[in-house]
């Protein structure tokens, strides 16, 4: 621009009926081979860009505005069929462009019906007509009519593409079904049917076009009366229905027929069908998986849909496939991480349990922190990796069980935060795993074993704690020494439930469920009884741990061993597990488990005895040494 000239202001639209013809022939030639209303103001923005004075850039603004107004679909499940023109009004915050319809002047009108009068393309005609109907200019039922019936035009003649035409359809189908229209929804039928006819047998696959169409007829002819159950549906809406799922048989495509057929349809026999053969369509998709991992993801997909809707030889199918999957099939990546932690760093903390006695050593064992490591602590880690991780915030996780099959899914965000912390809680127990392993071990090479018996007096005698849960936690620990991993996990992890129980009865909290109907009268599980518990001063950095091992989303060693699935057990979880007895059982006071002693002893011995030793060296070089692997471990694997 030359120096001192200035830039031309903006300036609002004033209508020029002088300038009507100049400005047909402008949006005619942007209609020439456009296939999309959005393709005709881009061309008119295109060709006015040399326009230099305010009131030529002000007309070109307008005239290009009208054809960036947007035919929006109504969709998802519980949405009903149907099409808006937007934006409306101003009420829709989300979008600044162009104005409302609602928001337009006197003169944008003029403008528009102007050039709805020297139209005579029914795609200009359909959405001008469209555009003063909605802005509810003088006589809008007038507008709404010739809209329709342009909508109807252009979709049966037009040039405008395929999924153009089904919105133009569906908006005409909205306008005529808001105003009564009877005598026009003959010719707006028609015309959906002949498309989806056409979709449903071209060469090219085009859901999008055809499924707000077949939506729209399966909702059925406009009623007698308003509000009427007696709905008509159109002869060929259902051969389309099925049509559409012996096409379209991809699984998101198939749930989406189906979800229609549920919310519009009223016969139950009918919807059996169609809830049949879309769950047909999940399991032959299933079958043609080769990979291991996609393969269980649709088999569990089309297994849960059976299952929802009642269709019980296919869900027995798709069970039986799912189990007979080949685990060679399964693409696992091992995802291996070092640390750069000293020998002589675990040596020197091990060095602590070179005690003259054995005892002396179990004093040391019985006082190590949660091996799970601060709930808060760990909390506060998962809420960042979540917050850094892109992967972490758009994609869910699957997690399998120790059976090889998908045991949950993670896809909101409290459930991605529940599975990060099991995961940071996880690589914890391994980490302290092998160090308390390694302690029991070294006990056993210093010292003489004693006898269960010994073991068990000295443990009533130095804790005063239960003696049947002191007798468990004694032979839990000789069978460890013994090398018997599986038989020390299968005795010590019920008795770890029955301390907590007991301690629970103990303290008289109601935690039994009477009968009820048909579910006997029966005490609750660990994952109810451990929030009680800290109720009266447990430490929720044990209950953490306790949780993390025995039940899900952690090791869930628990379930795991009581329906046989623990075919082996080595010395680090078995470590573990003994860890998580003790606490318990060294807490309970004497005779707990026949509710012999005091409410009060039971709250003093939560309220002290966590807290023994948490000052001490021993302590302290845990902590520091378990953060530090857990530190290394953790990141090197969110790395990867």
């Given at each position: 621009m030359p120096v001192g000239e200035e830039e031309p202001k903006a300036v609002s639209y004033s209508y020029n009926e002088g300038r009507i013809d100049a400005v047909r022939s402008l949006v005619s030639e942007a209609f020439q081979g456009a296939t999309s209303y959005y393709e005709i103001g881009?061309?008119?923005?295109?060709?006015?860009?040399?326009?230099?004075?305010?009131?030529?850039?002000?007309?070109?603004?307008?005239?290009?505005?009208?054809?960036?107004?947007?035919i929006h679909l109504e969709r998802g499940n519980d949405a009903r069929p149907g099409?808006?023109?937007?934006?409306?009004?101003?009420?829709?915050?989300?979008?600044?462009?162009?104005?409302?319809?609602?928001?337009?002047?006197?003169?944008?009108?003029?403008?528009?019906?102007?050039?709805?009068?020297?139209?005579g393309e029914p795609e200009l005609q359909g959405i001008l007509a469209d555009l003063l109907f909605s802005a509810r200019h003088p006589k809008p039922h007038l507008y709404a009519r010739q809209a329709v019936e342009a909508y109807v035009r252009a979709a049966t003649e037009g040039q405008f593409s395929r999924l153009h035409k089904s919105e133009m359809l569906v908006r005409a189908w909205s306008i005529l079904r808001s105003l009564?229209?009877?005598?026009?929804?003959?010719?707006?039928?028609?015309?959906?049917?002949?498309?989806?006819?056409?979709?449903?047998?071209?060469?090219?696959?085009?859901?999008?076009?055809?499924?707000?169409?077949?939506?729209?007829?399966?909702?059925?002819?406009?009623?007698?009366?308003?509000?009427?159950?007696?709905?008509?549906?159109?002869?060929?809406?259902?051969?389309?229905?099925?049509?559409?799922?012996?096409?379209?048989?991809?699984?998101?495509?198939?749930?989406?027929?189906?979800?229609?057929?549920?919310?519009?349809?009223?016969?139950?026999?009918?919807?059996?069908?169609?809830?049949?053969k879309a769950a047909a369509n999940l399991l032959e998709q299933a079958t043609q998986e080769t990979s291991g991992?996609?393969?269980?993801?649709?088999?569990?997909?089309?297994?849960?849909?059976?299952?929802r809707f009642h269709l019980e030889d296919i869900h027995a199918e798709c069970v039986r496939m799912l189990q007979a999957v080949d685990p060679s099939s399964f693409e696992w990546i091992?995802?291996?991480?070092?640390?750069?932690?000293?020998?002589?760093?675990?040596?020197?903390?091990?060095?602590?349990?070179?005690?003259?006695?054995?005892?002396?050593?179990?004093?040391?064992?019985?006082?190590?922190?949660?091996?799970?490591?601060?709930?808060?602590?760990?909390?506060?880690?998962?809420?960042?990796?979540?917050?850094?991780?892109l992967a972490s915030r758009i994609m869910g996780t699957a997690t399998y069980g120790a059976h090889g099959l998908p045991q949950k899914s993670y896809n909101t965000d409290e459930e991605k935060l529940e599975h990060q912390l099991n995961t940071?809680?996880?690589?914890?127990?391994?980490?302290?795993?092998?160090?308390?392993?390694?302690?029991?071990?070294?006990?056993?090479?210093?010292?003489?074993?004693?006898?269960?018996?010994?073991?068990?007096?000295?443990?009533?005698?130095?804790?005063?704690?239960?003696?049947?849960l002191c007798m468990s936690l004694a032979q839990s620990l000789s069978l460890y020494w013994q090398g018997n991993y599986i038989a020390c996990a299968q005795l010590a992890m019920p008795r770890i439930e029955a301390a907590i129980r007991s301690l629970l009865l103990l303290l008289n909290e109601p935690i039994y469920r009477v009968e009820e109907e048909k579910s006997p009268g029966q005490f609750p599980g660990l994952g109810f009884m451990l929030p009680q518990l800290e109720k009266y001063g447990f430490d929720p950095d044990w209950s953490s741990f306790i949780r993390a091992l025995?039940?899900?989303?952690?090791?869930?060693?628990?379930?795991?061993?009581?329906?046989?699935?623990?075919?082996?057990?080595?010395?680090?979880?078995?470590?573990?597990?003994?860890?998580?007895?003790?606490?318990?059982?060294?807490?309970?006071?004497?005779?707990?488990s026949k509710k012999a002693s005091a409410t009060q002893a039971a709250?003093?011995?939560?309220?002290?005895?966590?807290?023994?030793?948490?000052?001490?060296?021993?302590?302290?070089?845990?902590?520091?040494?378990?953060?530090?692997?857990?530190?290394?471990?953790?990141?090197?694997?969110?790395?990867?």
């Amino acid at each position: 621009m030359p120096v001192g000239e200035e830039e031309p202001k903006a300036v609002s639209y004033s209508y020029n009926e002088g300038r009507i013809d100049a400005v047909r022939s402008l949006v005619s030639e942007a209609f020439q081979g456009a296939t999309s209303y959005y393709e005709i103001g881009s061309k008119i923005f295109s060709a006015g860009a040399s326009a230099t004075t305010p009131e030529a850039q002000a007309e070109i603004r307008e005239v290009a505005s009208t054809f960036y107004y947007r035919i929006h679909l109504e969709r998802g499940n519980d949405a009903r069929p149907g099409a808006s023109l937007e934006p409306l009004n101003d009420e829709n915050s989300s979008r600044f462009w162009p104005r409302p319809i609602r928001a337009t002047d006197a003169d944008v009108r003029k403008l528009w019906n102007a050039l709805l009068e020297a139209s005579g393309e029914p795609e200009l005609q359909g959405i001008l007509a469209d555009l003063l109907f909605s802005a509810r200019h003088p006589k809008p039922h007038l507008y709404a009519r010739q809209a329709v019936e342009a909508y109807v035009r252009a979709a049966t003649e037009g040039q405008f593409s395929r999924l153009h035409k089904s919105e133009m359809l569906v908006r005409a189908w909205s306008i005529l079904r808001s105003l009564n229209l009877r005598d026009l929804e003959a010719s707006v039928e028609q015309a959906m049917t002949k498309s989806v006819s056409a979709t449903l047998t071209a060469d090219v696959s085009a859901p999008g076009s055809c499924f707000p169409l077949l939506r729209c007829l399966l909702e059925g002819r406009m009623g007698g009366k308003r509000g009427s159950k007696d709905v008509e549906l159109p002869p060929e809406a259902v051969d389309f229905l099925f049509a559409a799922l012996e096409r379209y048989k991809t699984d998101y495509l198939s749930l989406q027929l189906a979800d229609m057929a549920r919310g519009h349809l009223k016969d139950s026999a009918l919807i059996d069908r169609v809830l049949r053969k879309a769950a047909a369509n999940l399991l032959e998709q299933a079958t043609q998986e080769t990979s291991g991992h996609i393969k269980t993801f649709r088999l569990e997909q089309a297994a849960k849909f059976a299952r929802r809707f009642h269709l019980e030889d296919i869900h027995a199918e798709c069970v039986r496939m799912l189990q007979a999957v080949d685990p060679s099939s399964f693409e696992w990546i091992t995802i291996r991480a070092s640390s750069s932690l000293r020998p002589s760093d675990i040596e020197s903390y091990l060095r602590t349990f070179d005690r003259p006695e054995l005892i002396e050593a179990l004093v040391l064992f019985f006082e190590t922190p949660a091996p799970s490591g601060s709930r808060e602590q760990n909390e506060k880690l998962a809420k960042e990796i979540i917050d850094n991780s892109l992967a972490s915030r758009i994609m869910g996780t699957a997690t399998y069980g120790a059976h090889g099959l998908p045991q949950k899914s993670y896809n909101t965000d409290e459930e991605k935060l529940e599975h990060q912390l099991n995961t940071i809680e996880n690589i914890a127990l391994r980490t302290q795993g092998i160090i308390l392993s390694a302690a029991l071990d070294r006990m056993a090479d210093v010292h003489a074993i004693p006898e269960t018996e010994v073991l068990h007096i000295w443990l009533m005698e130095a804790y005063g704690s239960d003696p049947g849960l002191c007798m468990s936690l004694a032979q839990s620990l000789s069978l460890y020494w013994q090398g018997n991993y599986i038989a020390c996990a299968q005795l010590a992890m019920p008795r770890i439930e029955a301390a907590i129980r007991s301690l629970l009865l103990l303290l008289n909290e109601p935690i039994y469920r009477v009968e009820e109907e048909k579910s006997p009268g029966q005490f609750p599980g660990l994952g109810f009884m451990l929030p009680q518990l800290e109720k009266y001063g447990f430490d929720p950095d044990w209950s953490s741990f306790i949780r993390a091992l025995l039940l899900t989303p952690g090791r869930n060693l628990r379930n795991l061993g009581a329906h046989g699935f623990l075919q082996d057990i080595d010395n680090q979880t078995a470590a573990l597990i003994i860890r998580a007895l003790a606490i318990v059982a060294l807490l309970a006071p004497e005779e707990t488990s026949k509710k012999a002693s005091a409410t009060q002893a039971a709250q003093d011995a939560l309220s002290a005895r966590l807290h023994v030793g948490r000052g001490k060296l021993f302590d302290r070089l845990l902590i520091n040494l378990g953060s530090r692997i857990n530190k290394i471990l953790l990141m090197r694997s969110v790395g990867k």
